[in-house]
């Protein structure tokens, strides 16, 4: 992701951003990553075998807080500890590794390092984790660790750890113990420093309801404090949902090692959702262009991508809540996204005719190719209980994501010249 040299990281009106001081990791120039969800911030979706027994039982547990809550400390940490043993094993990052990637990103909660009485969490997470950044360097990627969720929520999703409202920013003590997290993982980092090269302070911080004022201080802040035990480690801060403009006048002198997050899915906003499938390519070469537009202010990776073009994956929207695809999550259209919309068979790559096949082969190139326009991409996810469009391994051993990821037929992907002013070269993208 980033080039050899030396320098700080500041918005310029350049061609491209300063150089990092750190190369980013072994793999080269570009990230080509995938995200471990659902190991250490539960989500329904990734596995619903986790909460099937509360499947009806009117939305009891929904996330990891609720989880924990029900089961109390002593059962939740026993199914946890179960989990977090088996859902990413060894072979798991050796057949990752094989497919060619370069890095792996790891999101975990605040509650893995400071938990209140009165919350329902519970800990145990970090030799885990440490196994898991052991196997990473033994198959030769490097390690992003990423706060996934905050106290209070920085977003309401059940991804963060609690679903319902955002309250990170009520008060300054959920500030402060977001610092102690953040200081915690630059200590694991700095111990693994040849293969943590990266930490993401807060994963996908709500701008709808959070101050941006406030956001940004928060990371002023985290630079220094993690800046303090992990001095070499990359900083990577998330865009909060915020377009490239909103970044313009963002400007810190003595930066350094620094990197902007976006994150791109086509399943959960009407624009998107409806497109045909030629309509989901072309959009990716918009995508393309405001990927680059972030890369030239700050170093930009997509943190976190997919195939999913409907939102019919099993409680993707939320336990026991159904699809905006097919009409069974009221939302803004009142109804299925067209007449007769159906999720049967969506989701599974047995179900996908040819042409099917070939489609998400494109999309999946083209995807890449966008995001590489900016510094590269972490899929969202390595793998699923159930949901094919979302599980790199399964996409990538049925051919439908290019293995090695270079392996592109349709995108005529090439590296020629400089990088950073790639053009993208699909039939769909024309720059």
Request: hydrophobic share 35%; charged share 20%; proline share 3%.
């Amino acid at each position: 992701m980033a080039i050899a040299g030396s320098g700080t990281v500041l918005i310029t009106t350049d061609a491209s951003p300063a150089p990092l001081q750190r190369r980013f990791g072994k793999g080269g120039d570009v990230i080509r990553g995938v995200n471990l969800g659902g190991l250490f911030v539960l989500e329904p979706w990734i596995n619903p075998s986790l909460f099937k027994q509360w499947e009806g039982n009117n939305r009891q547990v929904v996330d990891e807080w609720t989880y924990c809550q029900t089961l109390g400390k002593q059962e939740c940490l026993s199914r946890l500890q179960e989990h977090w043993a088996t859902w990413v094993t060894e072979e798991d990052i050796k057949t990752l590794a094989s497919l060619g990637l370069n890095h792996i990103r790891i999101p975990i909660g605040y509650w893995a390092f400071t938990i209140k009485d009165d919350e329902p969490y519970v800990q145990g997470q970090i030799p885990f984790l440490e196994n898991i950044i052991g196997w990473i360097g033994k198959y030769n990627m490097n390690a992003v660790i990423d706060l996934h969720g905050v106290p209070g929520s920085q977003n309401g999703f059940d991804n963060s750890g609690k679903y319902g409202g955002i309250r990170w920013q009520e008060t300054q003590e959920n500030i402060d113990r977001s610092i102690l997290a953040i200081e915690g993982i630059a200590r694991i980092a700095e111990k693994h420093s040849e293969i943590v090269d990266s930490i993401e302070i807060v994963n996908e911080p709500a701008n709808w309801g959070l101050s941006k004022d406030r956001i940004i201080e928060f990371y002023k802040n985290s630079y220094t404090s993690f800046r303090r035990i992990a001095p070499n480690a990359i900083m990577i801060i998330h865009d909060a949902f915020l377009s490239p403009s909103e970044w313009d006048s963002f400007n810190i002198q003595g930066w350094n090692n620094v990197i902007l997050d976006t994150h791109n899915y086509h399943v959960f906003v009407r624009d998107r959702l409806t497109l045909d499938r030629e309509g989901h390519l072309t959009a990716t070469c918009e995508d393309a262009k405001n990927v680059r537009n972030f890369n030239t202010h700050l170093w930009t990776v997509t943190g976190e991508w997919s195939l999913a073009v409907t939102d019919c994956a099993k409680w993707l929207n939320g336990l026991d809540n159904g699809a905006r695809w097919d009409g069974t999550l009221d939302w803004e259209m009142h109804g299925p996204v067209y007449s007769g919309a159906t999720c049967a068979g969506q989701n599974s790559i047995s179900a996908w005719d040819e042409q099917t096949r070939i489609f998400y082969r494109q999309f999946a190139e083209t995807q890449m190719d966008a995001y590489e326009a900016g510094s590269g991409w972490f899929f969202w996810n390595f793998k699923t209980e159930e949901a094919d469009d979302w599980n790199y391994i399964k996409l990538a051993q049925n051919g439908i994501i290019p293995n090695p990821p270079t392996n592109r037929v349709y995108s005529r992907y090439s590296l020629d010249g400089d990088h950073w002013n790639i053009k993208i070269r699909s039939q769909w993208c024309h720059e």
